[in-house]
């Protein structure tokens, strides 16, 4: 069974930075892509980062310059550098693992959220 186990939020001031981290376990074969996204209260749950296999990259608009996505795929792991942190980025943080090659199928996962609060 194939998990994914987030760390790395907190608390943080405004202008602060965090580091959040994801790892990927079970029997795993290749994953297509991993990112990261976003849910705040009353809020849909949005995209922040994704990476690929090859390393190409995707943000959305509000975090470019900001944020970094970075996999080490010989660990099924992706980080996510937050800089400049502010009040708006205060979510629960998602790690998402899209086109995961398991035994027997081939699946998207979700982590179980961790809380990212950035305070003024």
């Known amino acids: 069974q194939v998990q994914l186990v987030e760390s790395g939020g907190g608390l943080v001031q405004a202008g602060g930075s965090l580091r959040l981290s994801c790892a990927a376990s079970?029997?795993?074969?290749?994953?297509?892509?991993m990112g990261w996204y976003r849910q705040a209260p009353g809020k849909q749950r949005e995209l922040v980062a994704t990476?690929?296999?090859?390393?190409?990259?995707n943000y959305a608009d509000s975090v470019k310059g900001r944020f970094t996505i970075s996999r080490d795929s010989t660990k099924n792991t992706v980080y996510l550098q937050m800089n400049s942190l502010k009040p708006e980025d205060t979510a629960v943080y998602y790690c998402?693992?899209?086109?995961?090659?398991?035994?027997?199928?081939?699946?998207?996962?979700w982590g179980q959220g961790t809380q990212v609060t950035v305070s003024s």
């Open positions: 998402n693992a899209d086109g995961v090659w398991t035994i027997g199928r081939v699946a998207d996962y």
């Open positions: 079970g029997i795993i074969f290749s994953i297509n892509a």
């Open positions: 990476i690929t296999s090859g390393g190409s990259t």
